[in-house]
């Protein structure tokens, strides 16, 4: 069949680039993994929407170090908290970490591989991604985040992974976040980039007993770019972690945060994806209640112009034993033109009694009622439908906890929204 | 300023105004009291044009103007305001971007100049002092997790930012305690002048203590049976409804 030998070719292509020294038997792992493995076809269930017939059809080289300009990147409240990686490669000019506060170990991996021992480890005896296994045989270098027992930081910590490319290259963003019992971080994790690329992250979060983060992460990937993420998290007991993923860029992406919640733990696991063209963006997550009492908040919302498309697909599963879990998944979906598309999916597995779990999918347009109070204000009905387009997405927005960035979110929208026309709103 | 004739009503068919007259004139406060369910959010909603109403017959001219010919902004826009019983929550929409952006349309149609977010900031720091409402609610998206009393309040934030020529007014008082009631009411005489009128909808008595109507009118089955003065709400809270209900009935068989 001819997509699997264009997509074993580019599996062949990827890992024919020289392995790097660190971390060898991680690599050497993670190839065994991959060897004979093929590109998902659409005829797997969990690619079923998401075709990477247009991936199969690049040839990826290895990126080389580049300069790019930040500067309409950088958050006033972040500027002595920032690590740049720039097609994989540490870029110390363009970083700064300053202000981060004493204990807090905020480094480039290949600057202080010492304290790497937990990479690889978060959901180890899970089945690792192809995307994963492909980004653990080949990155270059990445961010590894230590944060000390009972620190709580207040700098929120900024991190930027940059790809330019100028021919089609791969990039494989890595990050590794450990907070010890009782820790305290918030996180912003940006990707963005110029030219067609391919880049692969992943992203491993350990959150110990009492812990919590707060992570944002926003991916502005070029237009011309494949963006296919795992983020792992394990949240200990009575730890919480809270993240955001908004997904604006990319001609294709898909996320697949995988979450595992220990006894009393927390979980935000929010989306907003804003598409219009040709764009897919894909998510499939999974919570895993793997003990009792934990509690699990998702809010997926699609905004989907064009001919684009959005795929959901949120597994949760509650394990036997985790009695008194409480999971709430919403995927709210707007579908702003005929051609446009949403397939969502809740997948709840449920293997203990005394549980509260809900799930609601709604795929539509605006809701009149909402229509009409703004219209009986005065707004004509272009002017109430924008508005609302921007508040259906800028609610995701209303809780991001840093000013510029959440300011710099909401321009964004309005700009994608045609709420731009209605002055400043952010 | 308005004038009501004949004017008839239905949603998903079933009529549910049959046959209103009604004279609104600049200066004047009138009030529409009546039981649950008798039409008299149905004549508001019509009047501002929800899209859920069909007009099935009948004739209103706001200034002089038909008023149908006019979409719900644009009636907006030309003077017409109605606070709802029920106000819309819309995440993601903070209230002091949309009560800008409802304030900057309104002057854009009147030739009035805009006002930058700076300026603004200046302006609803007045109007939020006269309904009471913590500055808080200025950044929170537009009704969302509002309790009934803040929302009520926020309708007449709108109000004092729009500033209408014609105020309807939906059961301003449910969701209200006493004091809030007071503050709202007053917040409204306020913004009373005689080049304005209000419309108060309300099924109790309680809130035209404050704000004090000429004109008391009785809707009950999508007519008016009586109108009065003032003195018609006193003799409402002392007996009810049901008195004129059975008055317009014998009426209606002599």
């Known amino acids: 069949m001819t997509t699997m030998a264009v997509g074993s070719s580019l599996l062949t292509d990827l890992l024919s680039a020289p392995r790097p020294a660190e971390w060898a038997s991680l690599r050497e792992a993670a190839e065994l993994r991959l060897a004979g493995r093929q590109l998902p076809a659409t005829r797997d269930e969990d690619w079923k929407y998401t075709d990477l017939k247009a991936l199969a059809a690049g040839a990826f080289g290895a990126a080389p170090k580049a300069a790019v300009d930040i500067s309409g990147h950088l958050l006033p409240e972040m500027v002595g908290t920032r690590q740049v990686f720039v097609n994989g490669h540490h870029a110390p000019h363009a970083s700064c970490a300053s202000a981060v506060p004493a204990g807090v170990r905020y480094f480039p991996m290949s600057h202080a591989s010492e304290a790497c021992h937990a990479l690889g480890s978060v959901g180890n005896g899970a089945a690792k991604g192809l995307f994963e296994d492909l980004n653990t045989a080949r990155f270059e270098d990445g961010a590894v985040i230590l944060v000390p027992k009972n620190l709580k930081v207040a700098l929120p910590l900024h991190l930027l992974f940059v790809t330019k490319a100028e021919s089609p290259v791969a990039v494989f963003p890595r990050l590794l976040v450990v907070l010890e019992r009782g820790a305290e971080l918030e996180l912003v994790e940006e990707h963005h980039g110029e030219g067609p690329y391919l880049s692969c992250p992943v992203v491993e979060v350990h959150v110990a007993e009492g812990a919590v983060l707060r992570h944002e992460r926003v991916q502005r990937e070029s237009p011309e770019a494949f963006h296919l993420a795992t983020l792992r998290a394990e949240v200990g007991k009575g730890g919480q972690y809270h993240s955001r993923t908004l997904s604006f860029g990319a001609r294709l992406s898909r996320q697949e945060p995988r979450v595992r919640l220990a006894e009393g733990a927390e979980a935000t696991l929010d989306g907003l994806a804003l598409l219009d063209g040709t764009q897919i963006a894909d998510t499939h997550s999974f919570l895993h209640h793997a003990e009792p009492g934990a509690i699990s908040r998702q809010l997926h919302k699609c905004i989907v112009d064009g001919r684009a498309r959005a795929i959901f697909n949120g597994q949760v599963l509650v394990a036997k034993g985790a009695q008194g879990t409480d999971a709430q998944q919403q995927s709210r979906n707007l579908l702003l033109s005929e051609a446009a598309r949403v397939d969502t999916k809740p997948q709840l597995e449920i293997y203990a009694d005394d549980v509260k779990c809900s799930h609601g999918a709604a795929v539509g347009q605006l809701d009149p009622e909402e229509l009409f109070y703004l219209q009986s204000r005065g707004m004509n009905a272009d002017d109430a439908r924008n508005l609302l387009t921007y508040g259906f997405a800028a609610d995701v927005l209303t809780h991001v906890p840093v000013a510029s960035l959440r300011r710099s979110l909401r321009q964004l929208v309005m700009a994608r929204t045609q709420a731009g026309s209605l002055g400043d709103l952010a | ?254």
């Open chain 2, 1 to 254: 300023m308005l004038s009501i004739k004949n004017l008839t009503a239905s949603i998903n068919g079933t009529p549910v105004l049959k046959g209103i007259d009604l004279e609104i004139k600049a200066g004047e406060i009138h009030a529409i009291m009546g039981p649950n369910g008798s039409g008299k959010s149905t004549l508001g909603k019509v009047l501002v044009g929800h899209p859920a109403y069909e007009v099935t017959g009948g004739e209103v001219l706001y200034e002089g103007r038909n008023l149908f010919e006019l979409a719900a902004d644009e009636r907006a826009r030309a003077g017409l305001f109605m606070g709802f019983q029920h106000p819309i929550e819309v995440p993601g929409v903070s209230n002091a971007a949309f009560l800008r952006l409802a304030y900057n349309k309104k002057a854009e149609a009147e030739g009035r100049d805009e006002l930058d977010p700076l300026e603004f900031d200046d302006f609803i720091h007045e109007k939020i002092k006269l309904v009471s409402m913590k500055e808080e609610f200025l950044d929170r998206s537009l009704n969302e997790g509002f309790s009934g009393g803040e929302k009520k309040r926020n309708e007449i934030l709108q109000m004092a930012v729009l500033e209408p020529k014609l105020a309807i007014l939906d059961e301003l008082d449910s969701g209200l305690d006493i004091d809030a009631l007071r503050v709202l009411g007053e917040a409204v005489n306020k913004l009373q002048r005689p080049d304005r009128a209000l419309l108060i909808i309300t099924h109790f008595p309680r809130i035209l203590e404050t704000i004090q109507p000429q004109f008391v009118h009785v809707l009950s089955g999508g007519r008016i049976l009586k109108s009065a003065g003032k003195e018609l709400a006193t003799e409402l809270e002392d007996r009810g409804y049901d008195w004129v209900l059975e008055e317009a009935a014998a009426g209606g068989a002599r």
